[in-house]
């Protein structure tokens, strides 16, 4: 899901804050219109009752009930007067007030007789309409003003803001001229805040830039130094094994030199892999995982010469990949040694399958607390003689995640670990 903007964000809001306000003035006018109707009806009801009651006792001759467009007013002495002609919805309600289908109805009664008072309301309604749609339309469209008004120069705020993040989004911090922000560049609404953030961006990059550089050329100089030595001592130990009349323990000495001399040249191009960036691929090559496989259990196979352990390859079908091999050979060289080291005796059971290579062993295991820590850098826990995974795992770990291989272990203390490598093929593969 796309994230919105601030602009929009901000747009929404005032268009969400003002149909809001527009539905609470809407209720509120429209409630307070038909309670203060209500209100006048009742009091004008009894200012005319009282009106008349008053003149009833001033002189019963001249006395007038009310007569209005609005009020009609019938009296019924208490002596009787057939003649009063009181409509019979009127007759039939008792004393007080009264709300009907055309209006209001008001009845009191006193010694003196009976007054029926009913109201009717249209015209009353009408007034009160032409009163209260003036207002309200008025009060809407000026709501609508004044967050039309407040959205604008809201809007004028943000852009200076959004402007500096389109800047930012198209930072490449290997390049130091790719964000620059010239004062005159900033939106003219740009205000103190915005200036001094874009100052402090402007300086962030430059450091970064110097940072990515000074890696860039530490990881560069690390590698020929590094490399120029094993070079050498490779070249010397081809030439010396090429020679014919070479004793054999001399030869397998020469022999283990040239493959540590090649470990060590992987383990270089494993720490150059994960500090370079993450778009720089390492050099691949086609291989059969199988042979990666066979030589590093053949390279630790002497280990278990003094122990009841046994060292098995099972081949269900690996794959023939396009990748780093020396990448996938450290991977698992890390996960063999601390099999190797940790199973005291049993089996070590190396799985190759077309998706993934398993190795389990039968070794101590691994605690659920353990196992959570295993993968974090320098992690070490007490698991025999005060040794531990130590960095192995977590160069693991980080190389899978890099090359697109996830680790993923599998442990129970006292029956040993179960480490899988899913390989994931790539073009050429």
Do not use: C
């Not at 996938?328 to 059971?349: E, H």
Request: proline content about 6%; glycine content about 6%; charged content about 25%.
């Amino acid at each position: 899901m796309t994230t919105q903007g601030l602009p929009r964000r901000i747009k929404r809001a005032f268009i969400a804050q003002a149909v809001l306000g527009s539905v609470v003035l809407f209720a509120v006018i429209v409630v307070a219109s038909l309670w203060g109707a209500q209100r006048l009806q009742q009091q004008r009801i009894a200012e005319e009752s009282q009106w008349f009651w008053h003149e009833l006792a001033r002189d019963p001759d001249t006395a007038r009930t009310p007569h209005t467009s609005t009020l009609k007013g019938y009296f019924v002495p208490a002596s009787g007067a057939p003649d009063v002609p009181v409509p019979e919805a009127l007759r039939r309600l008792p004393p007080g007030m009264h709300v009907l289908a055309e209006g209001r109805a008001y009845v009191e009664q006193r010694p003196e007789g009976t007054l029926y008072v009913s109201f009717s309301p249209r015209f009353f309604n009408h007034a009160i309409l032409a009163v209260t749609l003036p207002a309200l339309v008025l009060a809407l469209l000026s709501l609508w003003l004044m967050s039309w008004l407040t959205y604008r120069i809201s809007k004028r705020l943000v852009v200076p803001v959004a402007w500096l993040a389109e800047r930012v989004r198209t930072w490449d911090p290997r390049n130091s001229d790719a964000f620059k922000v010239d004062t005159d560049e900033l939106p003219a609404d740009s205000g103190v805040e915005v200036r001094r953030l874009s100052r402090a961006l402007v300086g962030l990059n430059r450091r970064v830039h110097d940072f990515v550089r000074r890696e860039r050329d530490f990881t560069r100089d690390a590698s020929h130094e590094l490399r120029t030595p094993l070079t050498v001592v490779r070249l010397s130990t081809d030439m010396m094994l090429a020679r014919e009349d070479l004793d054999p323990p001399l030869r397998r000495s020469l022999t283990r030199v040239q493959a540590a001399g090649r470990e060590m040249e992987a383990v270089i191009d494993a720490f150059m892999l994960l500090a370079r960036e993450a778009e720089i691929e390492a050099q691949s090559e086609d291989f059969d995982v199988a042979d990666v496989v066979a030589r590093e259990v053949a390279m630790l196979q002497p280990l278990l010469a003094d122990r009841p352990v046994t060292m098995a390859v099972e081949d269900r079908g690996g794959p023939r990949l396009h990748a780093p091999a020396g990448v996938l050979a450290l991977m698992l060289r890390n996960l063999l040694s601390n099999a190797v080291q940790f199973t005291t005796a049993g089996t070590i059971r190396v799985i190759i399958a077309p998706d993934h290579i398993q190795i389990a062993d039968t070794g101590i295991g691994m605690t659920p607390d353990v196992l959570a820590k295993v993968f974090d850098p320098f992690y070490k826990a007490d698991l025999q003689a005060g040794e531990g995974k130590g960095v192995g795992m977590s160069i693991v770990h980080r190389l899978g995640e890099r090359v697109g291989w996830p680790v993923s272990l599998a442990s129970e203390p006292g029956k040993g670990t179960t480490a899988t490598i899913q390989l994931v093929r790539r073009a050429g593969s």
